[in-house]
């Protein structure tokens, strides 16, 4: 969180998308827990994870989104 201005979520995934660890409001300057089971993470705004209810064991589904940027 080195250099942002804003809290976020973190959801971290094994190689098959299930949660492995979870780290709400990560503060600017501030470092999530590690988590040696995690193969990725999903950076989401704060307040994601208690909104959405996720929690250790779901399986991520990534669905075909149309490209937004830049």
């Not at 809290?7 to 971290?12: G, K, L, M």
């Not at 299930?18 to 999903?42: N, Q, Y």
């Amino acid at each position: 969180m080195i250099g942002m201005k804003y809290a976020i979520d973190c959801v971290f995934i094994d190689k098959n998308n299930h949660v492995v660890g979870l780290s709400e409001k990560i503060g600017p300057g501030r470092f999530s827990p590690s988590f040696f089971r995690a193969h990725g993470c999903i950076e989401l705004p704060s307040g994601t994870i208690c909104d959405t209810g996720t929690v250790m064991g779901d399986l991520i589904k990534f669905g075909d989104a149309p490209y937004v940027g830049g």
